[in-house]
């Protein structure tokens, strides 16, 4: 098989090149998504993209290859209608350079981020594993599990607060769940709406005042109604209902 270049695609459903144009695979007659499309794609020369891993309102996740060292990475791509609201693509780059700027074994690794044609990316570490969410799905987990991931969640948790960072938006999604050495290993995703709570940092937030972001049950009071106040305080909050989600199987409210 060709390798695809800029006028052609690895169509997911057959496996075969196509040219970009195609709106439906010619062998399996299957409307192809335009996020498919970039699979085959070398990005910058050096991201070959291999295969989509998800998809949602802000963007697309994919594998990929760094072609020059081999290294398994994965890429996150925003949506062009998305890439198109400088708002949020500077928050898509806050995210970047927040999390890179903690360097913490629990925090999802950043290694690069530009844009492929209009679109903004991020690259990432590759991670096996599950999201919490999907792990809390299966069973009520033990005491000793549901510590064991606390504790890496407010180790992780004192490295971003100690550089004046808040995340915002702690929740069982945005947590990773990895086997090292037969026991678990967290890694926080998502610092999209994370916030810097320094002197220095006033004129760069990203939101009004008032404005409400987060996922509403892991939300403290104060960021819930939306006000000025807010600490690292909030991603604690966060934190404990997560525990108690973790040991009982239910939300507390």
Do not use: W
Request: charged share 25%; aromatic share 6%; with cysteine.
């Amino acid at each position: 098989m060709r390798p695809p270049d800029d006028t052609t695609f690895v169509c997911t459903h057959c496996g075969q090149v196509h040219p970009i144009t195609l709106d439906n695979c010619p062998v399996k007659n299957i409307p192809i998504p335009a996020s498919h499309k970039m699979v085959g794609t070398i990005m910058e020369g050096k991201y070959k993209i291999e295969r989509l891993l998800g998809e949602g309102g802000m963007g697309v996740v994919y594998e990929a290859t760094h072609t020059l060292i081999g290294r398994r990475l994965a890429v996150k791509v925003l949506h062009p209608d998305v890439a198109s609201m400088q708002d949020l693509v500077d928050r898509f780059y806050n995210e970047a350079r927040t999390a890179a700027g903690i360097g913490h074994e629990h925090i999802i690794e950043i290694t690069d981020m530009g844009k492929h044609g209009d679109a903004p990316f991020i690259v990432m570490e590759f991670l096996e594993g599950k999201a919490l969410t999907d792990l809390m799905k299966e069973r009520i987990l033990s005491v000793d599990e549901a510590t064991a991931i606390s504790l890496h969640l407010l180790d992780a948790l004192n490295a971003v607060h100690a550089k004046g960072v808040i995340h915002r938006d702690l929740k069982p999604d945005n947590i990773h769940i990895l086997i090292k050495g037969g026991r678990f290993f967290v890694k926080i995703l998502d610092f999209g709406i994370s916030k810097l709570k320094t002197p220095e940092a006033q004129d760069m937030h990203l939101t009004r005042t008032g404005t409400v972001l987060g996922t509403p049950y892991y939300m403290a009071p104060e960021q819930a109604a939306g006000k000025k106040d807010q600490d690292h305080r909030i991603d604690i909050y966060a934190a404990g209902v997560i525990l108690y989600e973790l040991l009982t199987g239910n939300l507390p409210y």
